[in-house]
């Protein structure tokens, strides 16, 4: 899957960087222009604490704050540390309030029928990039609860009707499958 193509400044220097996903902890990257083998376990990664990131055959231990489009942000990488910016072209944003389809349910799938009358569901394949609830929140018909990307497009998906969510069964970063469940409201 081919992701975004991304300009980052770091200290003040351009770099072009495109990425494709080539397992679930890996993927190709061209640095400008350079190819390169990443390797980064999404599990591990938590913006502010340090985590390991393998490029070609060697790690590197670093460390990321909440990243802001368009901000400065102190990287660190080995204890040493750079000003980067990241850009990233626009995205078209799409709300959706999908139905779910009773066949498509995957392995994160909601046991009984009952539990899936309140199930929030992706309505295509892609990946979660934010959740903006948690559980014991209260929604409102309409309210976006997560933003799902796909295509390059990011979709926000939409509450089908108030309630309280029950349970979250995603994570921001986590790949989805259409029909998937997302997360419960009762």
Do not use: H, W
């Amino acid at each position: 899957m081919t992701m975004p193509e991304y300009e980052i400044f770091v200290n003040n220097k351009p770099r072009k960087i495109e990425l494709t996903k080539t397992g679930e902890d890996s993927f190709n990257a061209k640095i400008d222009g350079k190819p390169r083998k990443v390797e980064l376990r999404a599990q591990t990664l938590t913006l502010g604490r340090p985590f390991t990131m393998k490029v070609d055959d060697k790690s590197y231990q670093v460390e990321l704050p909440k990243i802001d489009q368009g901000k400065e942000l102190l990287v660190i990488v080995d204890n040493i540390a750079l000003k980067a910016e990241i850009k990233v072209p626009p995205r078209k944003v799409a709300t959706t309030v999908f139905e779910p389809a009773m066949g498509t349910l995957t392995k994160r799938s909601v046991a009984n029928k009952q539990a899936l009358e309140g199930a929030v569901t992706a309505p295509m394949t892609g990946r979660v990039i934010s959740i903006r609830v948690k559980k014991g929140d209260q929604v409102k018909a309409g309210q976006v609860v997560c933003v799902v990307e796909a295509m390059k497009m990011e979709n926000e998906i939409a509450a089908r009707k108030a309630g309280a969510v029950k349970d979250v069964y995603v994570n921001e970063g986590s790949s989805v499958s259409e029909g998937e469940p997302l997360l419960l409201i009762d």
